[in-house]
């Protein structure tokens, strides 16, 4: 699976948009890019996932270059709550025994 | 949405004794239930890929003897750390697959004094 590259810690203001990058420039033509957050010393929880095209949910919207070799989740209207760390993950999507290997991610601190 | 429990939240044990941990998964099947170890300011590590019914499958310099996993049902997967030692001392995490998507467990604080 490609590795990815994020920067290792980012703030941003309480109400504002949070933007992380995430670099996966050998990223192969059926890997997916995926991206979880972990609080604190609890476990990972699942954000959003893409292919090529944008995607939002109800948590944040991710944006993937043309040439996805790059990618940005954003957080619309952070709160407090989303202090954690960001996993920006490349894998293939299909199948049970997808590995996710982890990258240390970007610490997102959230500011009052 | 799909929920992953763990069992126990956190244990202290002695050194040389053994400790397990179930992983259930709630309210989905999970044929396929991942362990990982996260020691602190580090990554999680997959230690093993566990399928139901089946032998684990655990990962490079992971020590199947030493961590033995057993998948008995499509809703629970035990990890048990055998004879522990104070470098066993870390989170770990299992996560449940519903053949799209990982949901992961809040995770167990294991330290061995």
């Known amino acids: 699976d490609a590795k990815t590259t994020q920067p290792p810690s980012m703030d941003c203001a309480e109400g504002r948009a949070a933007n992380l990058p995430c670099n996966h420039s050998?990223?192969?033509?059926?890997?997916?890019v995926y991206w979880y957050r972990q609080i604190h010393s609890q476990g990972p929880q699942y954000i959003i996932h893409g292919l090529k095209n944008n995607e939002t949910n109800e948590m944040a919207s991710l944006i993937i270059t043309e040439d996805r070799k790059s990618s940005t989740l954003i957080l619309p209207h952070a709160t407090l709550r989303d202090t954690a760390v960001y996993y920006c993950i490349v894998s293939r999507g299909a199948g049970n025994n997808r590995k996710l290997i982890w990258g240390l991610g970007t610490s997102l601190a959230v500011n009052p | 949405g799909a929920v992953v429990s763990q069992h126990p939240s956190w244990v202290i044990c002695k050194s040389g004794t053994s400790v397990k941990i179930e992983c259930r998964s709630l309210d989905f099947q999970a044929t396929t239930m991942f362990w990982y170890r996260q020691f602190p300011k580090q990554s999680l590590m997959l230690m093993a890929t566990?399928?139901?019914?089946?032998?684990?499958?655990?990962e490079q310099g992971v020590e199947k003897d030493k961590f033995l996993i057993n998948h008995a049902s499509l809703t629970l997967s035990t990890l048990t750390v055998t004879s522990a030692h104070p470098e066993d001392s870390s989170f770990y995490i299992c996560s449940a697959s519903t053949g799209r998507e990982q949901y992961f467990g809040p995770g167990t604080r294991l330290t061995v004094t």
């Open positions: 050998t990223i192969s033509g059926n890997e997916y």
């Open positions: 566990s399928n139901e019914g089946s032998k684990a499958t655990y």
